[in-house]
């Protein structure tokens, strides 16, 4: 049964606040999370969904306000070292080493749980997601709360993450009594998730922390997951972190990716637009501040820019959802491949798109452009 939603979801802005009202607020999300309640708050990835990490019936509620699949574990924020140690007793000195490198900031870590952990937090997995946000908010609230805090991204499941106060509002809004609007998040895309419970550490879902990073400090290999350097969704392949095998991040229209040099991209893009369009659908394209201007669609964004990668992985989810309010039924976008940032960026991207890809080649026709390979899954262009 659907359970109907009406709770009063008050949205905080934080930097309107003087030190008293400030405080006052935070003591009053502290006190929601050791009530068991949910409390929205911003980190510097995205926006979580928080509640009391070692209280199960309060991560069930996390699950129900998302409508999450309970499978699917959750990640346990900290403020403290010793809070790591809390959750996990296999912390070796090579772990440590990464943890007072990239910590506070935007890596999870995966280690054997201690049975305090509830099965409730951890989808009933043997092993725990930790992870210290940089993020002053975060911090504070963890500590005022006095409690570690398991948190998702705040939106519901399968929409794209929320990167402000207002996307986690049109998800949560009667779901949650309280969202602090701590404005835009800084980075846009979720954490790097290192699984650091076997010999040598693998990504599960690649980040802002890059295997570079990662192995500079580590000094050996960092190994990338098989479902995540793939680039595919093969059903033989078995994804370990169980979140990486729903559709996730998914605007309602359908997306379709192309990759290949900027003209026949271009050109592609440009050809199949025209003939959507014709057939009366409305068409979006995400490309960027290079290429914006070259696109014809009813619809037509520039998500960042190819100069900055980091301007694209945090204008990825504002223009997903800005697809959606605007309504475009078929949706075409660039690839941002380059080094680092772009392998996390297209994790997602191919995620949202259902992994629907067309690779192309500049071409001599009328049209300018070759198809060289195509991945639709379900169904032909
Ligand atoms: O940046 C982030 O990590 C954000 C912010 C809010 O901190 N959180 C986030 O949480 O992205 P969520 O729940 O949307 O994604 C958590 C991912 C899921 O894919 C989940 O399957 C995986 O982490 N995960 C959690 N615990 C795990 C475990 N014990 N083993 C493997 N994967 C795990
Ligand atoms: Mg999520």
């Known amino acids: 049964m659907d359970k109907a939603w009406s709770m009063k979801t008050e949205c905080v802005r934080m930097d309107l606040l003087d ?28 926006y979580g969904l928080g509640a009391d990490a070692m209280n199960a019936q309060a991560a069930a509620r996390i ?29 070796s000195p090579g772990v440590r080493k990464i943890m007072e490198t990239f910590w506070p900031g935007p890596l999870t870590i995966i280690l054997p749980k201690r049975p305090e952990v509830p099965d409730g937090t951890t989808g009933g997995l043997p092993t725990v997601a930790i992870r210290m946000p940089s993020h002053p908010l975060a911090a504070e609230l963890i500590r005022k709360s006095g409690r570690m805090i398991a948190a998702p991204s705040a939106n519901l499941s399968g929409r794209p ?20 609007d701590g404005g835009p998040v800084n980075i846009g895309i979720e954490s790097t998730i290192l699984d650091m419970t076997e010999e040598e550490p693998v990504i599960l879902r690649p980040g802002y922390i890059s295997p570079r990073d990662l192995s500079r400090v580590w000094g050996g290999q960092i190994h990338l997951d098989p479902a995540v350097a793939s680039r595919t969704m093969k059903k033989d392949i078995k994804a370990k972190a169980p979140g990486m095998k729903y559709r996730h991040y998914a605007p309602k229209g359908r997306l379709t990716l192309f990759e290949g040099p900027s003209s026949a991209v271009t050109a592609a893009i440009n050809a199949l637009s025209a003939k ?13 501040e290079e290429t914006e201007s070259l696109y014809k669609g009813d619809v037509v964004r520039a998500v960042g820019s190819r100069q900055h990668p980091e301007t694209i992985a945090a204008g990825l989810y504002r223009i997903l959802r800005e697809m959606d309010d605007l309504n475009c039924a078929s949706i075409y976008s660039e690839s941002f491949y380059d080094e680092d ?14 992994y629907r890809h067309i690779k192309v080649k500049p071409g001599l026709g009328e049209e300018g452009f070759f198809i060289e390979e195509t991945d639709v899954p379900g169904g032909a262009l």
């Open 63 to 91: 699950y129900e306000a998302k409508g999450r699949p309970s499978d699917n574990p959750l990640i346990v924020h900290i403020a403290d070292f010793a809070e790591a140690e809390a959750l996990s007793g296999d912390i």
């Open 276 to 288: 959507d369009r014709k057939a009366g659908l409305r068409v979006g394209i995400i490309g960027t």
């Open 341 to 354: 940032l772009g392998e996390a960026i297209m994790n997602r991207l191919l995620k949202a798109a259902g």
């Open 19 to 46: 030190e008293d009202a400030r405080s006052e607020a935070l003591d009053r999300a502290g006190r929601i999370i050791r009530e068991g309640g949910l409390v929205a708050f911003p980190t510097e990835t995205v």
């Open 161 to 180: 993450s929320p990167t402000t106060a207002d996307h986690v509002y049109e998800d949560m809004k009667g779901r949650i009594p309280m969202i602090l």
